[in-house]
């Protein structure tokens, strides 16, 4: 069920992009994607028939959507569905078929919904989780679609409609149904709606509770969707519901609209969003709304401000009679590329309007936006449609005493223009009396109707609104009762405007925001909604069941109390016990001369005089067979002593990566990738790098390779700032994803960036909390960054946390690592709180550590010692005292490789690919390498490399350490 909403938001976009100038490469078509993507499927899974039902309640909507789906292979697959929603729009239930009856989903903080969902996806049974990923975007999974067989889904869009004239408008969310052949309209209610944007008139039939039709596909405008229209009332409405033990209150007042034109300061600050998402704005229709206000201003001065991943100051222009030609000049070369922080900007003493053009996207940066002075406004101007965080756009300026002003097509410029240019009826405050939070819908009334909402404290209240416009203030006074007409979706609205108000700063508001839609089960940036199968997984993973399963899950759950206590008891007991076999291998002697000849074991059976070479700890039949016949010269098992091993590959040796360890030195393999555009921008001289990078970028735009090699180029070429903004599009690619996040600080840390690494990583636990190797990058990076006592918090939680059984054997590897940093920290470090029979110094001669970015995979590292011996997972301890870790198959590693005394020679270190069990398959896997000598010890040296494998049985040779 991992594949089932992708498709949704991709056609929204389409249909999008069809009134908006998009910026693509000449000649190369939009190809919508199909609604519901799912790896690995030969036949697209298809929408087989979808069933909608529309209920009102004066300008509140509630739309509730059931979803066929068909899957049409002989496979089980997971189904994924991404979808933008409007502003204003807002999911708030979600269910999932389970044995034929549609079961609810459950309000989860967003991270542990993820978590709970791969989790038992991995033991494959009947999740689904509908998450929100970006500003108004969310994403629905659902696992698994079954083999010719089909799933139902239902979603609940709650929205405040339109004022159009004297009737309130709802777009019917046709992006959802465009698959379709036909869907079923069902519109509560004893009048029936007026039907607009179709093609061919629509009949609607009455029943029992409403009015009922039949849409084909065929019959709807693609470009302009489907609209419902019902009469507005034109005296004040009120609207009382109950959510728990609280009364809810709302109202809709009908306002005299009134505006002026605006007085437009003459120094004004231009943030302008260079970042790679603004190449899809309507950069068109962005300079003709700047005609108009430059036109407005007549004469003034603009500070240009261009926001990516690092801010960049654009220089000051001069408008005259509102000529602005210069500046124009300057937006029309501007290079969109690189991350988002919108934050990255300092107010501007004397400027009287900022002016925020963007997509709204953030993705990078840990900034808070700037409060402005008083008198000064923010304005952001939104050219993106459905694709724009229009949610955080509005928040933000308006919580800066301005507005957002969005269009999607040139038909919308002049609306936009109005909004811009003039000073509209706005509320200046909002009170309650006997009404707790009271807020109201917007700051701006856009379309006559003022709406506000509040908490009943009391059985009737009041509240109290001024509103500021052409005519000048006035107050608004709305009285409330928790007798008034009852509607479920009142709490729920309350919820998502308080939400809203929030959304300026998510990232802050991250606790308020996740309480609130844990409350009112809303989908936000910190609350999905999840749906299990088995009742005993509620228990299992914490989860609050649905009213149908509560008591079931409340006697599974007395039946396991007082178990956890036990079981991390004995967690930490098993971690004592095998750090204690650590310790002992560490102090033992092993020989450092050649070794014995090693035994062939042989067995003979009649009528066969073949022997048998005996090779443990295979993990499969084919690996078995290539371990019997690796085995005499990995693991010295030959009948006589072998000859010596042929000469590996030489790593080259470049002086800039040779780090002297006393008496040992890594040397690196360099690691080129040898696709064409590699070999391209090679060749080019350092200065037209990065100019042959845009030129390639179209061809490889959804790529990491690609980003990641030309960072590695400007890296080696010393321009890092330029490589850093490259490296940077990896925030850009997906919104959502831990591996890119994970493989962008990586490359961070190779250059030496280690407070960004360290805010990535930090981004990277809240995403995936269950992971220990989440909380273990993110203690090495604090280590580096030399705040060593986190580090070592965080990686005792690692070695005594409980964990997912893929990875098992992760805890020894963290204990290492915390007991280096306490051995070799500068000041005295906190230890109180370790169990004392895990802190031991261990030093090292040798050490390498592998780790990679794509989960359920299985890399291994190999190490030859100067004997010809391979230490590998199925020989994972040398004659001389070489020590591999546990052989991680499922995980992210890390496979660790020590060695306490080092006999002179030469190591080989590599990486190789043995397999991986991942449902979507992501290309290269990218690999991490830490080579070490003097581990934990004052000469301690270290060199890291990153790198990619393509596919199964890969082998890379990484470098040698060289041992005098």
């Known amino acids: 069920m991992k594949h089932l909403l992708t498709a949704c938001a991709v056609l929204m976009l389409c249909l999008a992009a069809q009134g908006s100038a998009q910026h693509v490469r000449p000649g190369v078509a939009l190809v919508p994607r199909p609604l519901v993507t799912a790896a690995g499927a030969a036949v697209p899974v298809k929408l087989e028939h979808a069933d909608v039902t529309v209920e009102s309640a004066g300008s509140l909507a509630r739309t509730i959507i059931v979803l066929t789906l068909r899957n049409p292979n002989n496979r089980r697959l997971e189904g994924s569905l991404d979808f933008p929603l409007r502003p204003g729009q807002q999911v708030t239930a979600f269910a999932l078929d389970i044995d034929g009856v549609l079961r609810d989903a459950v309000p989860v903080p967003k991270e542990r919904g993820r978590q709970v969902f791969e989790s038992i996806e991995r033991r494959n049974v009947d999740p689904a989780l509908l998450e929100q990923t970006a500003g108004n975007h969310f994403r629905l999974r659902v696992y698994p679609l079954p083999p010719q067989g089909t799933r139902q889904v239902r979603l609940v869009i ?39 944007g179709a093609f061919s008139p629509i009949r609607l039939q009455r029943d029992d509770s409403g009015h009922v039709a039949e849409v084909k596909r065929s019959a709807i405008d693609p470009a302009h969707g489907l609209a419902l229209r019902f009469p507005a009332a034109v005296a004040p409405q009120a609207y009382a519901g109950v959510r728990g033990d609280a009364h809810y209150a709302m109202a809709e007042v009908p306002v005299e609209m009134a505006s002026k034109p605006r007085m437009i300061p003459r120094d004004v600050v231009l943030l302008w969003d260079a970042s790679a998402s603004g190449r899809k704005r309507d950069h068109d229709g962005e300079m003709r709304l700047l005609d108009r206000y430059f036109k407005a201003m ?71 936006m700037p409060m402005l002075a008083n008198g000064q406004r923010l304005y952001a101007l939104a050219s993106s449609g459905p694709v724009a965080d229009a949610t955080r756009l509005a928040a933000m300026a308006e919580a800066r005493g301005g507005r957002l002003v969005s269009w999607q097509d040139a038909g919308g410029l002049d609306a936009a223009a109005r909004t811009l ?42 509240i109290r609104v001024t509103l500021d416009g052409g005519h000048g203030k006035r107050d608004i006074v709305v009285a409330v009762s928790s007798t008034d007409e009852s509607r479920a979706q009142v709490p729920q609205a309350w919820a998502a405007w308080t939400v809203a108000t929030l959304a300026a700063e998510p990232e802050r508001n991250r606790a308020a925001i996740a309480r609130l839609g844990n409350d009112f089960s809303l989908v936000t940036a910190g609350t999905s909604l999840l749906v299990l199968d088995d009742p005993a997984d509620y228990v299992r993973y914490d989860i609050p069941a649905p009213p149908a399963l509560r008591a079931e899950v409340a006697r599974i759950r007395d039946g396991q109390a007082g178990k956890r206590a036990t079981a991390r008891s004995a967690r930490l007991d098993r971690v004592v016990e095998e750090f204690a076999e650590r310790a002992a291998w560490w102090q033992r002697d092993f020989p450092k001369g050649n070794p014995p000849p090693p035994k062939t074991v042989a067995k003979a059976s009649a009528g066969n005089s073949l022997g048998t070479v005996a090779v443990e700890g295979v993990r499969d039949e084919s690996a078995r067979m290539r371990m019997v016949a690796e085995a005499p010269a990995a693991a010295m098992a030959a009948p006589a002593a072998p000859p010596p091993p042929p000469p590996a590959p030489q790593p080259a040796i470049d002086k800039s990566i040779v780090a002297a360890g006393g008496s040992a030195a890594i040397r690196l393999q360099p690691w080129e990738s040898d696709a064409p555009y590699a070999r391209r921008l090679r060749d080019a001289p350092a200065g037209q790098l990065y100019a042959l990078y845009l030129d390639e970028r179209d061809s490889h735009a959804s790529s990491t390779a690609f980003y990641l090699d030309v960072a590695d180029l400007l890296l080696q070429r010393g321009q890092h700032d330029l490589a850093v903004r490259v490296l940077s599009n990896l925030a850009e690619l997906e919104l959502d994803n831990r591996h890119v996040l994970r493989v962008y600080a990586y490359r961070l840390m190779q250059a030496g960036d280690y407070p960004h690494a360290i805010q990535l990583f930090r981004q990277v636990l809240e995403m995936a909390n269950e992971e220990p ?36 054997g992760v805890e020894l590897v963290a204990l290492n690592e915390l007991n280096q940093i306490v051995a070799t920290s500068p000041q005295p470090l906190e230890t109180s709180f370790i169990d004392p ?37 199925a020989h994972k301890l040398t004659y001389q005292g070489g020590l591999l870790s546990n052989d991680f198959t499922g995980g992210y590693g890390p496979e660790e490789f020590v060695l306490r005394h080092a006999k002179p020679g030469k190591y080989k270190v590599e990486a190789h690919y043995f397999g991986d069990r991942q449902q979507i398959v992501t290309g290269a896997t990218t690999l991490s390498l830490k080579l070490s000598t003097g581990w934990g010890m004052s000469r301690q040296q270290d060199k890291t490399v990153t790198l990619r494998l393509a596919g199964k049985d890969d082998t890379v040779l990484v470098g040698e350490f060289e041992v005098n």
């Open 158 to 196: 709650d929205e405040t409609m339109i004022r159009k004239g004297n009737d309130w408008q709802l777009a019917l969310p046709v992006q959802l149904l465009s698959e379709s052949p036909a869907f079923s309209l069902h519109v509560a209610g004893r009048r029936p709606p007026e039907i607009t």
């Open 298 to 368: 007549g004469n003034g001065r603009v500070h240009l401000r261009l926001l990516r991943n690092v801010g960049e100051d654009g220089g000051d222009f001069v408008v005259r009679d509102g000529d602005w030609s210069t500046l124009r000049a300057a937006l029309s070369k501007v290079v969109y590329d690189g991350s988002t922080d919108l934050a990255d900007w300092k107010p501007v003493a004397g400027a009287g309007e900022y002016l925020l053009v963007s997509d709204g996207l953030q993705n990078d940066g840990d900034h808070a």
């Open 421 to 462: 240019l003039q000073d509209g009826t706005h509320v200046v405050a909002v009170q309650g009396d006997g009404v707790d939070a009271p807020v109201a819908l917007s700051r701006w009334i856009d379309d006559g109707m003022l709406r506000v909402a509040g908490r009943l404290r009391a059985p009737k209240g009041a």
């Open 773 to 808: 190797q989440s909380h273990r990058d993110l203690a090495l990076a604090l280590a580096a960054d030399g705040q060593r006592q986190e580090a070592v918090r965080r990686l005792y939680d690692v070695a005594v946390g409980e964990w997912d059984p893929r990875f098992a």
């Open 837 to 873: 029979r895990l802190l031991k110094a261990m030093p090292l001669d040798l050490r390498a550590v592998l780790s990679w970015d794509s989960d359920n995979s299985d890399m291994d590292l190999w190490v030859t010692d100067p004997n010809g011996e391979k230490c590998f997972y």
